[in-house]
């Protein structure tokens, strides 16, 4: 999978140069409605603990792929996000290598709406919310019995975006050592959004795996599994640099972040990301 991600790197100048030049929106100001696909991949460094079974911590450094439909101006942005990962989790204890195998898919969409601030134009504040879903089905063979592990979490989040425009307006010439530089004006903007949550959902077993319906050679693979409204915790964030092209598609790189546990004590769940992205914007408008 990483071979995708480096394909996609070494493809970026056609992709962002494929279309004939447009006017690019260049004011975080700007009220025109602007729509995107949104393509993208990244290495997710993502650690988890799994209470009921192992008090100690997998970890992993995995491929994520996502996609994502966005509409956007200074007044409004809403956003569908896809994303998915697979990766084998391990855990190095008492000189030996186990491991988890697990498939995480992601699925979200936000709303959020320009705040009148005076903050100058160059700066950008939004308040919305975002409803997130996201589960994880682990197999851990050294486990046995206990092998198959699975979680959901729902997460309605009140979420707040803060925009800065640092664009370089006019075009800038000089010298450096014996080296002369000419740059051209270039639209970027710096973004970060910080997501809470208002309500917090999980599905899961409890404490242990193994329930009764093995006995009955009948088994059932969520038997004893129970979904709980207003439980356990979540967050996230997201830092973006955007950097527009000419024909009005966006570069963006991109570090997320998002952290989620189950209640309880003995049988918690708990989990992190670290998501380093590159991603592709395309204009659809």
Known sequence: ???????????????????????????????????????????????????????????????????????????????MYFGFS??????????????????????????????????GEKWNFKLGGSLDITGNMRMNPGLQNNAFGLEMFNTLFGSAKMSYDISRKKEKQGRFLLISYHLKPKTRILSYQLNLPLMNNTYRNGYAYTNASTISNQTRLTDGYQYHAF????????????????????????YNWEAYRTAGDFDRFQMAHHYFQLALLFKTN
């Open 1 to 79: 999978m990483r071979n995708i991600f480096f394909t996609l790197c070494t493809l970026l100048p056609c992709l962002l140069y494929s279309q004939a030049p447009i006017a690019t929106q260049t004011n975080v100001a700007s009220t025109s409605k602007t729509k995107f696909i949104q393509v993208g991949a990244g290495f997710d460094n993502a650690y988890f603990t799994d209470f009921a079974t192992s008090a100690l911590p997998y970890s992993t450094s995995a491929m994520r792929f996502d996609l994502a439909f966005l509409r956007s101006s200074a007044r409004r942005e809403t956003k």
């Open 86 to 119: 697979s990766a084998t989790f391990k855990l190095v204890a008492d000189q030996q290598t186990f491991g988890s195998t697990v498939n995480t898919p992601y699925l979200a969409y936000t709303r959020l709406y320009q705040v009148p601030l005076k903050l």
């Open 231 to 254: 439980s356990g915790f979540r967050m996230s964030s997201a830092l973006h640099y955007d950097l527009y092209y000419p024909n009005g598609n966006i570069l963006r790189l991109g």
